[in-house]
C-alpha cells in the first residue's frame, strides 16, 4: 500500500450547477430525483454502479466505486441552473419530451420548484436559438459579475457546502485560440470591452473558476481549453473536464476502432451520419456550430489509428461526417456507420453499425458522473486539468505537449488508476506474470 491523497469527506450539500436545463439537464435531473425515490436504477452511471478491483485476481477485492472513494451521494445533491427559456424543469422536461409524462408526474413538485437563473446568452454564438430569459449588462464583465453572485446566491439559499458547474448549453459556432485568450489578464482586460472572442460558454467557465468551483463542459465549444482559463483554474485550484460528452456515434467509434487497430485491422474509410431532431439537432443545422461538433466527432479517429506509425492501415483513411436536423426523431437520434476495413493480403470487408441511440439518456449518467468525479478531484486536492476523466469526452482536454487519448479502454484504465492512486492502492498493469512465475 502506499500512502492515499488527504481528500475531505463528502460533507454537506453538493449543488451541481448546470447550464442549459434542456434535454440533457432535465433528464439528469429528473433521473436522479426517480433513483433517490427508488423509482428508477442508475444505469450507465460509473459512479453509481461501477465497480474496481484492487489487488490481485486472487484476492477478490472488487469493492463498489461509491464504496471505494468518498463520493457525493445521490441523497446530497441540490440542483440549478441557468436557461434563455423562463420555463421550470417539469415544464422544459415534457418540453424536451425525452423522458415518460407518468415518470415526470412522479415527481413533477420536484422537478417544478427547479426554476432557471437568466442567462448569459448571445444570439451570434447559437444562431438557431433565441429566448427572454437573458441578462443584460454594460459589458461581458458585467455579465460574468452577475453569474458570480448568482453561483454565492445559489450556494447560500441551499446551504451548499460545495459546488460544481458543468456547461450542458448548445453547441457555439467555430472559434480558434485568439491574442484574448492567451492570458488571464488579456482576458479579464477583454470582458471589459465585451471582445467577439469571448462567447457565452467562456463567460460561465470563467465565473465558475473564479470562485473556485470545478467546471465541465459537456459541448464541442471552445470554453476552458485556453491559456487564460488554466491559468485562472491554477489560481484558484479549481479542477476541470471535457470536451463534449461521448455519448452515442463517437462513443461506438472509441469501442470499435481500438478493436480493429489491436488486430491490425486497416481502415480505408469511415462514412458517419446521424439523424437527430431535438434542439440540439436544431442548433447543428447551423454551419457554424456544425463545424464545432465535426472538428470534435472527427479527431477521435486520428488518434485511435495513429497512421504515422501505421501507414500501411490507416495513412488514406476518408473520414466523412454528417448531421441532418429531421424534427421527427426528436431526441432518439440515429446514427449510420458504413466502415470499409482491408484485411489479409489486402482483401476488402465492410462493418455497416446502425444505432438508434437515445442522446439524453446516455448522456444523463455522464453528466452526473463529471460532477460527482470533480468534486472528488477538487476535495482530493486535484486541480487543473483531469485527464483521467478523457472517458467522458470526445475531445478530451490534455497538457499541450501531449496527444489525447481516445481509446476507451486506456481511458477506463486511466480512470480507475487514478482513484486506485487516490487511495494509495497499487496500480494495476495486467501483466499477471506474478500467477505464473
Not at 434542456?22 to 444505469?43: D, E, H, N, Q, Y
Not at 450556494?155 to 448549453?169: D, E, F, N, P
Not at 482513484?419 to 512465475?437: A, C
Amino acid at each position: 500500500m502506499k500512502q492515499a491523497l488527504e481528500i475531505a469527506p463528502a460533507q454537506g450539500t453538493l449543488g451541481i450547477l448546470l447550464v442549459g436545463l434542456g434535454a440533457v439537464s432535465t433528464t439528469t435531473i429528473a433521473g436522479v430525483i426517480a433513483i433517490r425515490k427508488g423509482l428508477a436504477k442508475p444505469i450507465g452511471s460509473l459512479t453509481q454502479m461501477g465497480t474496481i478491483r484492487l489487488g490481485k485476481r486472487t484476492d477478490g477485492r472488487s469493492p463498489k466505486i461509491d464504496e471505494f472513494v468518498p463520493l457525493a451521494r445521490l441523497d446530497d445533491v441540490v440542483f440549478g441552473g441557468w436557461d434563455i427559456f423562463e420555463e421550470d424543469c417539469y415544464a422544459a422536461a415534457c418540453t424536451a419530451g425525452v423522458l415518460e409524462r407518468s415518470l415526470l408526474d412522479s415527481i413533477r413538485p420536484e422537478l417544478e420548484a427547479i426554476k432557471p437563473m437568466p442567462a448569459v446568452f448571445d444570439q451570434r454564438y447559437v444562431k438557431r436559438l433565441s429566448g427572454p430569459n437573458v441578462k443584460k449588462g454594460k459589458n461581458k464583465k458585467a455579465l460574468a459579475d452577475q453569474l458570480i453572485a448568482d453561483i454565492r446566491n445559489f450556494k447560500q439559499k441551499h446551504h451548499c457546502s460545495r459546488l460544481v458547474m458543468i456547461w450542458c448549453g448548445s453547441t457555439e459556432v467555430f472559434m480558434k485560440e485568439g491574442p484574448v485568450h492567451q492570458s488571464l489578464a488579456a482576458f479579464e482586460n477583454g470582458l471589459e470591452l465585451s471582445d467577439d472572442s469571448i462567447p457565452s460558454s467562456m463567460i460561465y467557465a470563467y465565473a465558475a473558476l473564479k470562485e473556485g468551483l470545478p467546471f465541465a463542459n459537456a459541448a464541442p465549444n471552445l470554453t476552458a481549453d485556453i491559456p487564460a482559463m488554466l491559468e485562472l483554474a491554477a489560481q484558484t485550484k479549481a479542477p476541470l473536464a471535457g470536451n463534449d460528452m461521448k455519448t452515442g456515434q463517437t462513443l461506438i467509434k472509441t469501442i470499435i476502432a481500438p478493436g480493429l487497430k489491436a488486430r491490425l485491422i486497416g481502415v480505408r474509410g469511415w462514412y458517419s451520419t446521424n439523424i437527430l431532431g431535438n434542439r440540439d439537432g436544431e442548433v447543428l443545422d447551423d454551419p457554424e456550430s456544425f463545424k464545432t461538433k465535426e472538428e470534435s466527432k472527427k479527431s477521435a479517429l486520428e488518434y485511435i489509428f495513429q497512421p504515422h506509425l501505421y501507414p500501411d492501415l490507416y495513412n488514406d483513411l476518408s473520414h466523412v461526417v454528417r448531421i441532418n436536423y429531421y424534427p421527427p426523431r426528436g431526441d432518439n437520434k440515429e446514427g449510420w456507420d458504413n466502415i470499409d476495413i482491408v484485411g489479409w493480403l489486402g482483401y476488402p470487408m465492410q462493418l455497416k453499425i446502425n444505432f438508434l441511440c437515445r442522446d439524453s439518456i446516455l448522456a444523463a449518467p455522464i453528466v452526473i458522473d463529471s460532477a460527482l468525479f470533480l468534486d472528488l478531484a477538487k476535495r482530493a486536492g486535484m486541480s487543473g486539468i483531469q485527464e483521467w476523466l478523457s472517458f467522458y469526452f470526445k475531445a478530451p482536454m490534455h497538457a499541450r505537449d501531449l496527444y489525447p487519448e481516445h481509446d476507451l479502454f486506456i481511458q477506463l484504465m486511466k480512470l480507475k488508476n487514478t482513484l486506485r492512486y487516490m487511495q494509495g492502492e497499487e496500480m494495476i498493469t495486467h501483466l499477471g506474470r506474478e500467477y505464473y512465475d
